[in-house]
């Protein structure tokens, strides 16, 4: 265990970046900042996002990897400990080619078939350890977000869509993960962010904290939230985090 410095060095907090640690797809306050550099004197300290590296870069800054002792970028298949990396697995190793591209096919052809009330590019994001669909496209503004959002809550495009691709693919051993505002994640089942536990299980932690905004049955914090290994803080805004962090360290 390389964190002795710590008052509490067998205690970890983990945090999903979006919604917990930002507003979504935002970047982190200077406040948040200064309370996980205070937390990070007392404890150990990781984020784990279904996003990539550069994603998380953009939103907790550019010192990500010196800020936070673990980095678990797409739910751990990429992994950092005290800014070296940790061993890493890939989507399509997984998967293979054939299999893909049957995937990919209906889910384009699914999306040329369905009303939306905009559209701008970027419908699946082919990432290192998942794919991420987007009915609108992920290239849609902040404000376009939050409209398909709203639309998303009374129309439930993404819940059909996640149902078709299930009644279509009943073989494939995929989870579908609906976060964040305009997206849903496709990825190995057992890959969801529970799988970033593996990397910190010989680390002897005694408590292992996660807090999360997508903590419901679906969303795509549920699984570690529930998990037996940690310690779950349902969370609907940066500003609830800081709240509960205040109160659990004293801070």
């Known amino acids: 265990m390389s964190f002795a410095d710590r008052e509490l060095p067998n205690t970890l907090v983990l945090f999903d970046v979006d919604g917990t640690l930002t507003p979504a797809r935002l970047t982190i306050s200077p406040e948040m900042d200064k309370l996980l550099a205070d937390l990070r004197k007392k404890a150990v300290i990781g984020f784990v996002g279904g996003s990539d590296l550069s994603k998380q870069v953009e939103q907790l800054g550019s010192d990500v990897l010196e800020k936070f002792d673990y980095c678990f970028s797409e739910n751990g298949l990429t992994a950092y400990k005290l800014g070296k990396k940790l061993a890493s697995q890939s989507f ?5 080619e054939k299999q893909y591209n049957e995937l990919a096919k209906f889910i384009l052809g699914y999306l040329s078939q369905i009303d ?6 970027t419908f699946i994001e082919f990432r290192n350890g998942m794919i991420n669909v987007s ?7 902040t404000q376009e977000r939050n409209d398909f959002e709203k639309f998303d809550k009374e129309s439930h495009v993404r819940e059909k869509m996640v149902a078709a691709l299930k009644e279509k693919f009943p073989d494939l051993k995929l989870t579908y993960s609906i976060g964040g505002q305009i997206s849903f994640d496709v990825f190995p089942t057992g890959w969801d962010k529970t799988y970033c536990l593996q990397h910190v299980e010989k680390e002897g932690f005694k408590e292992i904290h996660f807090f999360g905004d997508k903590s419901y049955k679906g969303g795509n914090d549920y699984e570690i939230y529930t998990d037996d290994r940690t310690i779950g803080h349902a969370v609907n805004s940066p500003a609830d985090t800081a709240k509960i962090l205040k109160e659990i360290f004293n801070l």
């Open 92 to 96: 399509i190793n997984w998967i293979g």
């Open 135 to 141: 009915p609108i496209g992920r290239n849609a503004s």
């Open 116 to 121: 939306l009330p905009v559209r701008r590019g």
